[in-house]
């Protein structure tokens, strides 16, 4: 075992040169957890996707902000909830958008469904062929979403699992997208 997904990818990019922020939505205070770890099940509460945009718009108001930072290189990730957030971020802002650990598909809830981005934002998807936290209403693959988009394409990972930070398959793919 290792760090959790999301910190691996924050190692992973900042051992690649990149500058990571990344907003801890589970620090705010009376906030909703979507996911249960133990039993894989999954919520879907409408004002935690609220506060993960909210998180996404302050952190690129602030990333704007710092003189630091090439304004021209600016990337959204998200992984699990995080890849559903960047799913349905549709501010722009953002020379790409990496989605990993989601499915882009809800089939009940027309507004969890699908991806946001501005049609010109290159996207990437990083999914396995089955992933044991989707099933049901929320089983599918991100492919269909983006048709559309000019710059999009989803990577389906073998075999079974959530955990995309580990395959040097998907790492690859992030760090070519960013580069390009």
């Given at each position: 075992?290792?760090?959790?997904?999301?910190?691996?990818?924050?190692?992973?990019?900042?051992?690649?040169?990149?500058?990571?922020?990344?907003?801890?939505?589970?620090?705010?205070?009376?906030?909703?957890?979507?996911?249960?770890?133990?039993?894989?099940?999954?919520?879907?509460?409408?004002?935690?996707?609220?506060?993960?945009?909210?998180?996404?718009?302050?952190?690129?108001?602030?990333?704007?902000?710092?003189?630091?930072?090439?304004?021209?290189?600016?990337?959204?990730?998200?992984?699990?909830?995080?890849?559903?957030?960047?799913?349905?971020?549709?501010?722009?802002?953002?020379?790409?958008?990496?989605?990993?650990?989601?499915?882009?598909?809800?089939?009940?809830?027309?507004?969890?469904?699908?991806?946001?981005?501005?049609?010109?934002?290159?996207?990437?998807?990083?999914?396995?062929?089955q992933d044991p936290w989707y099933?049901?209403?929320?089983?599918?693959?991100?492919?269909?979403?983006?048709?559309?988009?000019?710059?999009a394409r989803e990577l389906i990972?073998?075999?079974?699992?959530?955990?995309?930070?580990?395959?040097?398959?998907?790492?690859?793919?992030?760090?070519?997208?960013?580069?390009?």
């Amino acid at each position: 075992a290792g760090p959790f997904p999301y910190e691996r990818w924050a190692d992973v990019l900042a051992a690649a040169g990149y500058a990571v922020v990344m907003p801890d939505s589970f620090a705010r205070q009376y906030r909703p957890s979507n996911c249960d770890p133990e039993t894989h099940r999954i919520g879907f509460f409408p004002q935690a996707f609220e506060m993960r945009d909210e998180e996404i718009r302050y952190a690129l108001q602030r990333l704007r902000e710092l003189p630091w930072v090439d304004q021209r290189n600016l990337f959204l990730m998200g992984y699990s909830e995080g890849g559903l957030a960047v799913a349905l971020w549709r501010g722009g802002g953002f020379n790409a958008q990496i989605i990993t650990a989601w499915t882009c598909t809800h089939r009940f809830n027309s507004g969890l469904n699908g991806v946001r981005a501005p049609l010109a934002t290159p996207l990437l998807a990083i999914n396995h062929q089955q992933d044991p936290w989707y099933s049901g209403a929320t089983a599918g693959s991100c492919s269909a979403k983006l048709a559309g988009y000019k710059n999009a394409r989803e990577l389906i990972l073998p075999g079974a699992g959530h955990d995309t930070a580990y395959n040097a398959q998907a790492v690859e793919a992030v760090l070519h997208l960013l580069r390009e």
